[in-house]
C-alpha cells in the first residue's frame, strides 16, 4: 500500500468537514431535519415503512395520482413488459396480508396478471420458511425481497425458491421515490411527504445529498487524493471500535442488577459492526434459562410499547431491549459528549421501572 503523508491526510480530512458543514448549515436553513418521521419515532418501524410504500403504490391511495406511482415501481422492477396501465388500474393493494399461514408485508393483486408480494426487512431477521409460505399462498406471484442494501434472504426462509428479486432501499426505493417526487409537484403537500420519505431512506442507508457527494469526490479526483481516501475508508470501521471502547469506559456495558432475589444483567450493545444503532435492555445471566412465568408477566407490564419484550428460552436470554434512537441522529463527532448521558439515562429508566431493590 502506498506511503500516506499525514499531512495530505489532514489536508482532505479540513476540505472534506469544510463541505460538510456547509451542507450541514444549508439544512439547517432548509429545515430539512424538521421530519415527521423521526419526531414520531417511526424511521426503524417496518410496519410504517411498508404502509407508506403501499399508499404510494395503491392507485386508488390519498395522493390522487392514480397508477403513476405503481407504473413507477413496476419499471423500476424491469417488469413494466408484464402489465399494462388498464391492469395496473385494477390493482389492490394490502398491508398486512393476512393468510392461513402468515401475513403479506405489502400484497399487490392485479387480476389476471401476476400479483406481487413485497417482504419488507428493514432491521429484523428472516421467519423459518417465510418466504416460501408466501409461495404456497401464491404459487404464479412475484416475489420481492426489499432490504436497506439488496440482501439475500436466508435459505430457512427461501427453503430453494429460486426466482426471488432482491430490491434495496439504498438503490430501487430511493430511485423510485426520486422520480416520484419529480412528478409530484402539483400538488405540494404528496411532494413534501415523498422528500421527508425519501430523507429517511437517505439517512437509514448512509447516503449524503447528491450536491454534498459530487463536491467531495470533485475534491479527492482534481487532488488526486484516491488514494488518501481509500486508507481512510479502510481506518473506519477501526476508529468507530476506538469510540465505543471509550464510550465503555464512561459507560460500562453490563452490570448486575436484583430483582425479587434473583441477578439479572442489564446490557448495553449494537448489533451492526458499524454500531449505527444500540440498544439497552435486561438479560437473564448465562447460567440461568428460564424466568418464573409471574416474574415475566411482571416485568412485561412495566414498560410501554416502545420497548421489545422476549420471553426467554434457551440459548436467548434477552428479557427486553430498546433501541437507543438518539444514536442514530448524532454525528460521531458528539457521540462521546452525548451518548454517556443517553445510555445513563436509559439504565436509570430501567433500574427506576422495574424498583431494582
Known sequence: ?????????????????????????????????????????????????????????????????????????????????????ESLQKATVYVEKAFDNGRIDIYIQIPNKRNIIIENKIYAGDQEEQLYRYFEFDKQAHIIYLTLWGSEASENSKQGLKHILNISYQENIKNWLEKSLVISTSKPLVKENIAQYLNIVNSLTNQSPNDMESEIIKLIIDKKLAGTAQFIHNQWLNIINQIVENLRIKVPFQSIINIKEKDFIIEWNSDEKDYKRIYVGVKIKDNESSIEEKLFKEIQNKFENNVEIIKPSYPNTWIMYKYVVEWENTSWDEVLEKMPEILQAEINMIIEKLNVN
Open 1 to 85: 500500500m502506498e506511503q500516506i503523508e499525514y499531512k495530505i491526510l489532514e489536508n482532505l480530512l479540513i476540505e472534506t468537514s469544510k463541505i460538510v458543514k456547509k451542507y450541514e448549515t444549508i439544512t439547517q436553513k432548509t429545515g430539512e431535519k424538521f421530519n415527521i418521521f423521526n419526531i414520531l419515532n417511526l424511521r426503524n418501524k417496518e410496519l410504517i415503512h411498508s404502509a407508506f410504500i403501499a399508499e404510494l403504490l395503491n392507485p386508488n391511495g390519498s395522493h390522487y395520482f392514480g397508477t403513476i406511482f405503481l407504473g413507477f415501481f413496476i419499471e423500476e422492477l424491469s417488469l413494466d413488459h408484464e402489465y399494462d396501465s
